[in-house]
């Protein structure tokens, strides 16, 4: 039994991986295209690991992805491959289109002519299962109950849109083909290997290094806030019991404003790591918002815990304390990243 990842040298990927393989011993392929936002150092942990195969390579690769499919015969695809910054779609989507959308296209076309393949069981048994993002609901009002997945989609960036649009494919290759598919839409991650372009890392390396905090527009925009390992046990339950064709909602209950999230980091490093110049509040600043700003986001959780039983482990208060040590405990994995130098990881460690 073997499981292929997409994106797994990513912020959730590289969490996924690292988790998966702490709770069991099934072997993981993971193709991921090094784009800015792969980190081979994430999982330098598995170095000679044996139950992790990583594969430059990228999703829209047809005959890459076809042969890995030959020859790992995997059980199940998870796939985590994206553009996912939204400020970065605003000044390109181009790369948007291409990744997650025609990316996705071809890697449901490779596991398609793989699954048909299959029989019995291999065949039933077979999951692509397709990570994406509450983003493709649009924005909600400040009375709005939280987003369910009967929720029409309203994408508004071009980030949410290419999300959105695979989703539909994913629907589609269920509906037309059988294809068993699952898909989850998950609200905003944070936690360790986030890469600080993100608000939360970004608020955290710019107040160590006394740079300004850049809160966009009011700072009165809703996000509902999870740690990143658990959307992966989330994931990992949905892939374990989710019904083929089904959609669940993954969130934590945790609505907060970005003002107060800023605020919140910046106590906690007062507290974990005080500057000697005074609180690191005085950094904030408001700076112009981001075009077509979705002013709220909220998931309603409760298909997913009534159907499979999951809920988070984490509150935010012991996420968030645990993001801020775990900066402050890797700062050569931060100065990697900023300086660009992670890129060299590869060579570095492989040769
Ligand atoms: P990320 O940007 O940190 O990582 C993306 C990974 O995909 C990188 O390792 C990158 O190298 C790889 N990649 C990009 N293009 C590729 C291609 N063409 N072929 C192969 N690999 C490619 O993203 P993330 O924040 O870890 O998000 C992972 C997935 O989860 C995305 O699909 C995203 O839409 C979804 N998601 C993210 C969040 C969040 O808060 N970060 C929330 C919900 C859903
Ligand atoms: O909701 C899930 C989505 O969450 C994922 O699908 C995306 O991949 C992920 O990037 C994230 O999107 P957001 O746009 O919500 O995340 P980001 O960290 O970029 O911004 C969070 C909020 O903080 C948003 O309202 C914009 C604001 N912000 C962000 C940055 C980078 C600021 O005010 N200042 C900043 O410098």
Redesign the pocket.
């Known amino acids: 039994m073997t499981i292929l990842v997409?994106?797994?040298?990513?912020?959730?990927?590289?969490?996924f991986v690292l988790d998966w393989l702490r709770q069991c011993d099934e072997p993981v392929i993971n193709?991921?295209?090094?784009?800015?936002?792969?980190?081979l150092e994430n999982l330098a942990s598995l170095q000679g690991d044996a139950r992790h195969v990583f594969v430059k390579?990228?999703?829209?690769?047809r005959a890459l992805v076809d042969s890995l499919l030959a020859q790992h015969r995997p059980r199940a695809l998870v796939?985590?491959?994206?553009?996912?910054?939204v400020d970065r779609s605003i000044h390109g989507p181009g790369?948007f289109m291409?990744?997650?959308v025609e990316?996705t296209f071809t890697l449901l076309e490779a596991a398609r002519a793989y699954w048909s393949t299959l029989e019995g069981d291999a065949k039933a048994g077979f999951r692509f299962h397709?990570?994406?993002?509450?983003?493709v609901y649009g924005s909600l009002k400040p009375t709005d109950p939280p987003f369910a997945e009967t929720n029409a989609y309203e994408p508004n960036s071009p980030?949410s849109a290419s999300?959105a649009a695979?989703d539909h494919l994913v629907r589609a290759w269920h509906h037309t083909y059988g294809l068993p598919v699952v898909t989850?839409?998950?609200?905003?991650?944070?936690g360790p290997?986030?890469?600080p372009e993100?608000l939360i890392p970004l608020m955290i390396v710019n107040a160590l290094a006394g740079k300004p905090l850049p809160v966009y527009g009011d700072g009165q925009q809703i996000r509902d806030w999870?740690y990143?390992t658990d959307?992966c046990s989330g994931i990992r339950a949905v892939l374990a019991g989710g019904t083929p064709g089904e959609t669940y909602n993954?969130g934590g209950w945790n609505e907060k404003a970005n003002i107060d999230i800023v605020k919140t980091v910046c106590a906690l490093l007062d507290e974990l790591k005080p500057s000697a110049e005074g609180p690191y509040a005085r950094l904030i600043t408001y700076v112009k918002d981001r075009p077509g700003h979705d002013r709220r986001y909220a998931i309603d959780a409760r298909k997913i815990e009534r159907e499979l039983g999951w809920r988070p482990a984490e509150t935010f208060e012991t996420g968030i304390r645990k993001t801020v040590q775990w900066y402050l405990d890797h700062p050569d994995w931060v100065a990697r990243v900023q300086s660009g130098a992670y890129r060299d990881w590869l060579d570095k460690q492989y040769g």
């Open positions: 997409t994106g797994g040298a990513g912020f959730i990927g590289s969490n193709l991921d295209a090094l784009t800015y936002a792969g980190n390579g990228d999703i829209g690769d796939h985590f491959a994206a553009e996912s910054h790369a291409k990744t997650n990316g397709h990570v994406s993002t509450d983003e980030y999300k695979s989850t839409n998950c609200s905003n991650n944070y290997y986030h890469f993100k999870l990143v959307h993954i």
